[in-house]
């Protein structure tokens, strides 16, 4: 059996027994253990993402919402992150995805936005004509820890605030 992936450690404490419903099991503490590593990859978190359109009458809808998913699927799988759910909605665009700890909203989110946004353009010219900056999305996101979806006022809480932000919109 190859071991090279394997740590070997050998424990030297008596040797000790637990009780379970179907039988005694004891264990030699004087034997060896091996345990597994322990991958960075074992471990994850996740959280649930939105953006909304620079725009407000651009819309999400006809072939973007068809487009949007498989896009930030190839990105997610690129990158190594695991998406969990997507929702396209003419607003707003809402997912979850698992990320090593390493990584930082900031980091996926920055890297999700520069790369749709690149998608968009190049397929939908009339939008980047319309949009002089190179980022598709209005300013900022919302990320919350948890794979849940947003409460739908929480969304549009955060649309109006965003919004009002661009100087589009009032309270």
């Keep these: ?44 978190l996740s959280y649930t993402c939105l953006l909304i359109p620079r725009f407000p009458y651009h819309q999400l809808t006809g072939d973007l919402t068809d487009q949007l998913p498989q896009w930030l699927q190839q990105v997610c799988i690129s ?5 969990e759910f997507v929702t396209v909605e003419p607003d707003y665009f809402q997912w979850a995805l698992s990320v090593l700890p390493s990584v930082s909203p900031g980091q996926f989110m920055q ?9 968009i353009f190049s ?11 190179n980022d ?8 919350v820890l948890g794979i849940r979806p947003h409460a739908v006022e929480m969304v549009e809480h955060y649309i ?12």
């Design 1 to 44: 059996m190859d071991t090279s992936n394997k740590a070997e450690v050998k424990i030297k404490n008596p040797p000790f027994s637990f009780q379970t419903k179907e039988r005694e099991e004891t264990f030699d503490s004087d034997k060896d253990v091996l345990l597994e590593p322990v991958y960075p990859d074992a471990y994850s």
């Design 79 to 83: 990158y190594g992150w695991r998406l």
């Design 111 to 119: 890297q999700i936005r520069h790369d749709i946004s690149k998608m």
């Design 123 to 133: 397929t939908f010219g009339r939008i980047k004509k319309e949009n002089l900056s």
């Design 136 to 143: 598709f999305w209005a300013p900022g996101y919302l990320v």
């Design 160 to 171: 109006r605030l965003t919004r009002r932000q661009q100087g589009l919109h009032k309270l």
